[in-house]
């Protein structure tokens, strides 16, 4: 039996969203370590909470 033709247009967008909310996962948790002197500086927090916070967020995310 043959699938409806929008099936598989549908399962492509599907795939392509999927491939670019990983990206954007991934980049945002690297991303923290360029915010990292700014994230200190804006929030006032000490070293350790800025990098359990990037730690957390890429042990969470990957």
């Known amino acids: 039996m043959k699938p ?3 099936t598989k247009m549908a399962e492509d967008y599907v795939l392509v969203s999927e491939f670019v ?3 954007l ?3 945002l948790g690297f991303g ?3 915010m990292y002197p700014e994230l200190i500086s804006v929030f006032d927090a000490k070293k350790s909470e800025v990098a359990l ?3 957390l967020y890429l042990g969470f995310t990957t």
Do not use: E, P
């Open 53 to 55: 916070i990037q730690g």
């Open 32 to 34: 923290f370590i360029v």
């Open 21 to 23: 909310l990983q990206f």
């Open 25 to 27: 996962s991934v980049a």
């Open 4 to 6: 409806a033709s929008g």
